[in-house]
């Protein structure tokens, strides 16, 4: 089935250990976002791609960058984690031909900062 | 963007249906109501969306006031599997974002 795949479920690191977080999608979209959503709170985006091209949300801080190899994957990379970042990471797409087209997300990284 | 208010909390009984209102009072003409939900420790799942005519899919349907001023997400018969958070999102017109609320809490109960 075509979906939006996560990778890892759950992640632990350290105070200020640089984390890598990945997701990849079988769907073919044009578009991809990471959102953050803490504990009992909304999600809140971070950025997103439109093919190559990076839009980052105003208030999303420096210690979080994103790349994008391919149409497939895209990487959340946080620099130094504090332990205010701890959330779950979610990875969303869509197809980006249309303004209204559907965002399927996937099942989300938990991150602890120990 | 057009802000949403929702109920923070509901409960509703099995087998029967679920109405949940959002008030979204700013919308403006060609912005689209959309509902997700999102279940304890999953990632949010598309439901419906509209932008001036009721809409039905196999999940639930939405009833959209005539001024467009409010909205009605309704789950025909629900189930223990629907308890989760509903978020009522207005879509920017020409932007890719989602802006979520706070959401309604919806616990379904044997």
């Known amino acids: 089935d075509a979906m939006v795949i996560q990778n890892p479920r759950y992640q632990v690191t350290q105070f200020g250990k640089p984390v890598t977080l990945s997701c990849s999608q079988t769907?073919?979209?044009?578009?991809m976002y990471w959102y953050q959503q803490k504990s009992s709170q909304a999600p809140k985006l971070l950025f997103h791609?439109?093919?190559?091209?990076?839009?980052n949300e105003a208030d999303t801080p420096d210690n979080f960058q994103s790349r994008r190899p391919n149409t497939s994957f895209c990487f959340l990379d946080i620099r130094s984690p504090g332990l205010g970042d701890a959330a779950m990471y979610l990875c969303?797409?869509?197809?980006?031909?249309?303004?209204?087209?559907?965002?399927?997300f996937g099942p989300g990284t938990r991150l602890t900062v120990l | 963007d057009a802000k949403t208010t929702q109920p923070p909390s509901m409960d509703c009984a099995e087998g029967r249906a679920a109405n949940l209102p959002c008030n979204h009072s700013?919308?403006?003409?060609?912005?689209?109501v959309y509902w997700y939900r999102q279940i304890h420790s999953q990632g949010p799942q598309y439901i419906i969306h509209?932008?001036?005519n009721n809409e039905t899919n196999e999940m639930a349907s939405l009833i959209i006031t005539e001024d467009r001023k409010s909205s009605t997400l309704i789950l025909p018969h629900a189930t223990l599997r629907d308890t989760a958070v509903y978020y009522c999102?207005?879509?920017?017109?020409?932007?890719?974002?989602?802006?979520f609320g706070a959401g309604t809490t919806v616990t379904v109960r044997a």
């Open positions: 969303a797409t869509s197809g980006g031909r249309r303004w209204e087209d559907t965002q399927y």
């Open positions: 769907l073919n979209h044009n578009v």
């Open positions: 791609y439109y093919d190559k091209d990076f839009n």
């Open positions: 700013t919308i403006s003409g060609n912005e689209y």
């Open positions: 509209g932008l001036k």
């Open positions: 999102i207005v879509r920017f017109s020409n932007d890719y974002k989602l802006s």
